[in-house]
């Protein structure tokens, strides 16, 4: 065996050594030590998150491929891993306060857990053929089960582990017995490229990557796979629904779009792409209405954010009907905002949640009196999932919208578009329960701890300022590849 | 550094200086100064303007700037430039932005986010009339309308919440007409293979070129409904009454000033201009659509009693009459819609400052609870009458002006579409009389209705400020109409030749 194949994946193995690092760091500190525990880990995954950004810097071959092509990497699996550990890091930085007062016992199965779905996730974006797509899902679905039951003291978190390990069990099996229809039909083949050469759209082959498409939508949560979704993020201590709705989603996106282009179209007969375009279309529309549809209706705001994370998921689906580069490129910048808004909004709820209890939007009211930072944060992240611009939603939403339209989806932009409206409307009620309600007990007066100051701080620039530095977006799409 | 630019930064500077000042007193002066600023700025840009004209310079748009902002896939340039139709409309904002700020003044509550959502507006005003781009366009468009939540929801009365998101989100809607128009618009605005733009000269250049005739029917309908939503078209015209009763006096005169004209502007500058022939073919759905909004809004404001309603629909009536015109397509008319923009935008806001001014005093705007205030409070009274006379057309005032060069010019169509339609319209004038004469009889001359109304005071400083400053305004337009008509008359020559 050629132990230097292991470079390409250098991505990976620092993943790895952070892993093994903090598994035995955890074993080696007394228990007196075990406070230093939680900066180490933060220091260390930061490192990482550093040295990833190093790698991603040079410019790569565009087929770096390792083990035979079963592991495929290039600028855009990069970027798209930097973001993930960015947000990961994120992550880390809200929990803080969470994981010293909450989670004390837990602490290190916190960091580790997380770190092992993200080893996942590396995988399942670096898939060059199905088996090491599936592990790597699998590798990333297992521990967040966990994840989600990691509040052991209260009910919701285990039903909601109990929720999500059920549903995902059952859909990886309907996934799986989707692959090895396809191993039957495409010539004894798992690689993507193999596939690719032997699918000619038969019912049978289609029937066989409807299978498997099932089992993705239900890890980016698209509808009819969608019923777990906010259960699972109202039970989950708050820290890790954030986690689960940006990184979990944007990495299985990826991996989605990557399979249909990489094994399930052919650039030189088009209407096999036809095939499933169709069914995204539709799975497209019925997202997003659903999604948007039953979040007016929560007072919750994690269920809210759950419904709303689903239509958001809809929408990042638009850059793969698209199936050109600049619908790649549309799609991981989608991620990369979405990732900034959705963290900033999560931040808000997890510190107020840390110290009152309160997650209703009733609860909201009057906020701005007392806490008007907070209050701004939230409005912030409101109005940049909602599209307003000039704040980064605006942006990201604008070019994924170009990016179908491009292949002329009008229809489905207009669609889309009409609801951003309704999505508007439930985004519009957070801002008015902090602005413009009053409240006889607002939420007291909070003084957040300085790491999720840190991390509020650093999604609030990144909503504002993240659409005005175009050299990002330009060089997303520089690196990025259609079918 | 472009000077039209300023028009976006000086309001932004203003933002930061308000956020970074707390006394009330420090707040009003950085409004006060700096509206000025931008007033004094608009008047010069319009004096240099035509001096540059009568030197000689015959480019379409002048001051012109461009900054690639994205590149590759979205070709996103920052341009600026002017015509002489929006030199008209940068003149329009910044008298009622500056003259919105005096009014304001009476605001108790939360002052300073009151000014920043204030200024977040008039950004997007500003930015959008100085813009030769399609994505900056939709961009300033949209910053101008969010704000509106927030003002209204936060600083309104009545039924604000309610209004606030019923105004928000059809005008939101209008915009998601207008994106489908706007992404059809720019992948058509080249050969195949080359890349496109957002420049709005250069798609008038290419559009009809590369966008089968069949879909520019389809993206000018889109655009069209986008923007009057903006301009309260028929039927999408309910967001305006229940929106401008409810907001602050000052979010109302921007709103009913300002803000509807992007919608006029924005119909006439995208989609009729980058799409004459579809427009032409179109132009008799639009016509039946405006000409309901004129007479029904006039009829509307006839039964109405609470003051704000009136004027609302009112505004829905010249709105109406702004797009009627412009889809007449000749100079006359056009230029026409443009001077009605001007002078609905300056009496509209004397209206609702009035109105604000009155209502904070008697606590009611229901005409049938008023009466006698002429004696009460003559200087308002007086202003009161100033307007209404403006809105009805007399000769003089700025109203006559425009409604002249629109029926003038409607009817120079001779065929009976065109000719039934313009005397549907001119019959609004008459009604207009109706309503407003209406008002001043019962409200201002007749018996007084509640005698506490009797010890109530007169305007104070800023008001006076707002009110004289919109009348002299008016007055100059209806005075001396001819630099400002022929300014947007030059300036439509090259464009009523594509139609």
């Not at chain 2, 009365?157 to 059809?184: I, Q």
């Not at chain 2, 200087?379 to 209404?388: F, H």
Request: with cysteine.
């Amino acid at each position: 065996m050629d132990y230097s194949q292991f470079l390409v994946m250098q991505h990976e193995v620092s993943l790895a050594g952070v892993l093994i690092l903090l598994l035995l760091s955890d074993l080696i500190l007394g228990e007196k030590s075990k406070r230093c525990f939680q900066p180490l880990a933060i220091l260390i995954f930061a490192l990482h998150t550093i040295y990833g950004f190093y790698l991603g810097c040079e410019t790569l071959p565009s087929s770096n491929t390792a083990f035979a092509g079963m592991y495929l990497t290039s600028n855009i699996h990069m970027f798209l891993k930097n973001i993930l550990d960015f947000g990961t890091l994120i992550v880390f930085f809200l929990s803080y306060e969470w994981n010293q007062t909450t989670n004390k016992e837990n602490i290190a199965e916190f960091y580790l857990l997380t770190i092992s779905t993200l080893f996942g996730m590396y995988l399942m974006i670096s898939a060059g053929d199905f088996l090491l797509f599936y592990l790597g899902l699998e590798t990333a679905s297992i521990p967040m089960a966990t994840l989600v039951a990691l509040d052991k003291k209260k009910k919701v978190s285990a039903e909601a582990g109990a929720k999500y390990i059920l549903t995902a069990a059952f859909s990886s099996g309907v996934m799986l017995f989707g692959i090895s229809l396809i191993y039957g039909s495409c010539g004894g083949s798992l690689y993507f490229a193999d596939v690719a050469n032997n699918f000619a759209g038969e019912k049978f082959q289609v029937m066989a990557m409807i299978f498997f498409m099932a089992g993705l939508c239900f890890k980016i949560s698209l509808v009819p796979f969608h019923l777990w979704t906010a259960d699972t993020y109202e039970g989950a201590p708050t820290p890790v629904s954030a986690y689960l709705s940006v990184m979990s989603k944007g990495a299985a996106a990826f991996a989605f779009m990557c399979i249909l282009w990489k094994a399930f179209s052919c650039s030189s007969a088009p209407e096999i792409s036809e095939s499933w375009k169709n069914i995204i279309w539709w799975i497209i529309v019925i997202t997003i209405t659903v999604g948007n549809i039953f979040a007016i209706r929560q007072n919750n705001l994690k269920r809210f954010l759950a419904f709303s994370s689903i239509s958001q998921a809809g929408y990042i689906m638009l850059g793969v009907i698209a199936g050109t580069d600049n619908g790649m490129g549309s799609m991981i910048y989608y991620i990369l905002v979405y990732l900034f808004t959705n963290l900033a909004a999560f931040g808000v709820i997890s510190d107020i949640e840390n110290q009152t209890g309160k997650v209703n939007r009733d609860d909201y009211n009057g906020l701005y009196s007392t806490n008007p930072r907070l209050a701004v944060v939230m409005m912030l992240a409101m109005f940049s999932l909602g599209g307003i611009p000039p704040f980064a939603g605006f942006f990201s939403k604008f070019f994924i919208f170009a990016a179908a339209a491009e292949q002329g989806e009008y229809l489905l932009v207009f669609l889309a578009l009409a609801n951003t409206i309704i999505s508007l409307f439930y985004y519009l009620l957070v801002v008015k329960a902090m602005f413009i309600n009053h409240s006889d007990t607002p939420i007291v007066t909070i003084k957040s701890d300085k790491m999720s100051l840190l991390a509020l701080t650093v999604c609030t620039i990144g909503v504002v300022v993240l659409g005005f530095i175009s050299p990002l977006y330009e060089s997303i799409i520089h690196w990025s590849f259609g079918i | 550094m472009n000077i039209l630019s300023l028009f976006v930064i000086i309001p932004v500077v203003m933002m930061v200086l308000l956020f970074l000042e707390n006394s009330k007193k420090a707040i009003r002066a950085t409004m006060a100064t700096g509206s000025s600023l931008m007033v004094i700025l608009a008047f010069y840009i319009a004096y240099s303007f035509l001096t540059q004209r009568q030197a000689g310079a015959d480019a379409a748009y002048l001051f012109t700037a461009s900054q690639v902002w994205y590149q590759g896939f979205l070709n996103i340039n920052y341009s600026v430039g002017i015509d002489g139709i929006s030199v008209a409309m940068l003149l329009l904002s910044s008298i009622v932005v500056m003259t919105g700020s005096f009014a304001s003044f009476a605001i108790e509550d939360q002052t300073k986010e009151y000014y920043l959502w204030f200024l977040m507006l008039s950004i997007g005003v500003f930015g959008f009339f100085i813009s030769i781009n399609l994505f900056t366009m939709v961009l300033f468009y949209e910053v101008a309308l969010i704000p509106m939540y927030l003002l209204i929801g936060h600083w309104g009365t009545g039924p604000k919440e309610y209004a606030a998101m019923k105004l928000t989100l059809m005008l939101m809607g209008g915009s998601a007409f207008l994106m489908v128009g706007v992404f059809g618009i720019y992948f058509h605005s080249a050969a195949p293979g080359q890349p496109y733009t957002f420049e709005v000269q250069e798609i008038a250049k290419n559009l009809s070129l590369y966008m089968p005739i069949n879909m520019q029917h389809v993206f000018f309908a889109l655009t069209f409904i986008g923007f009057g939503v903006l301009g309260a078209m028929f039927p999408f015209h309910t967001w305006s009454p229940d929106g401008h009763a409810s907001a602050p006096t000052a979010v109302s005169m921007l709103h009913a000033g300002v803000l509807m004209k992007l919608g006029g502007y924005g119909c006439f500058r995208v989609a009729m201009c980058l799409m004459p022939q579809a427009s032409d073919d179109l132009a008799w759905v639009f016509i039946i659509l405006t000409g309901t909004s004129v007479f029904y809004g006039a009829y509307s404001a006839c039964v109405q009693n609470d003051l704000k309603y009136i004027n609302a629909y009112s505004s829905v009536s010249h709105c109406g009459m702004v797009l009627f015109a412009l889809l007449m397509m000749n100079k006359t008319a056009m230029t026409g819609a443009f001077l009605q923009m001007l002078s609905h935008g300056l009496m509209t806001a004397l209206f609702f400052c009035l109105i604000g001014s009155i209502y904070g005093r008697t606590h009611t705007r229901d005409i049938r609870l008023m009466g006698g205030m002429m004696k009460i409070m003559p200087v308002l009274g007086v202003c009161y009458v100033i307007a209404g006379l403006a809105s009805l057309g007399l000769p003089g005032l700025s109203g006559f002006v425009a409604e002249m060069n629109i029926f003038v010019g409607s009817f120079e169509h001779p065929d009976m579409f065109h000719r039934v339609f313009t005397i549907l319209a001119c019959t609004s004038i008459v009604i207009t009389a109706v309503y407003i004469l209406r008002v001043v009889g019962k409200m201002l001359f007749g018996p007084v209705q509640d005698p506490h109304h009797l010890t109530l005071t007169d305007a104070v400083w800023w008001e006076k400020v707002a009110a004289f400053g919109l009348i002299i305004s008016i007055a100059i337009i209806g005075l001396y109409p001819l630099w400002i008509s022929n300014m947007i008359g030059n300036s439509l020559d090259a464009i009523v030749k594509l139609f």
